[in-house]
């Protein structure tokens, strides 16, 4: 059973930046999808940018191109986001996720089967 553990996240400025990692222990199929959701008080959790073990195609949700970079390393088995210009709007609880996938495109949160237990972003002046 894959378990994945998250690291990075806090309070930063508008404007600034912040790192995301997360890595997966335990056995997991290699074919598999991986990246983060987020969820803010009172909405749902949303794609916020997934990357592909094999094809390391990534994907990101439309608010966050051109800011986020997501990136894996498949011989640590992490996945990072590199948040750059960071938006109040941005300010959510952030949770790694992975599952076993053909592909990333369009994926929605109840795709995933595996999950962090998240962390906090905050972006306030």
């Known amino acids: 059973q894959a378990q994945l553990v998250e690291s990075g996240g806090g309070s930063v400025q508008p404007g600034g930046s912040l790192r995301l990692s997360c890595t997966v222990s335990?056995?997991?199929?290699?074919?598999?999808?991986m990246g983060w959701f987020r969820q803010a008080p009172g909405r749902g959790r949303e794609g916020v940018a997934l990357?592909?073990?094999?094809?390391?195609?990534?994907y990101y949700a439309d608010s966050v191109k051109g800011r986020f970079t997501i990136s894996h390393d498949n011989a640590k088995k992490t996945v990072y986001l590199q948040m750059n210009g960071l938006e109040p709007e941005d300010t959510a609880m952030y949770y790694c996720?992975?599952?076993?996938?053909?592909?990333?495109?369009?994926?929605?949160?109840?795709?995933?089967?595996?999950w962090g237990q998240g962390t906090q972003v905050t972006v306030s002046s």
């Open positions: 996720a992975a599952a076993q996938r053909l592909s990333c495109l369009g994926d929605r949160a109840y795709d995933y089967n595996y």
């Open positions: 335990g056995d997991i199929v290699d074919n598999y999808c």
């Open positions: 990357i592909h073990r094999r094809t390391e195609m990534p």
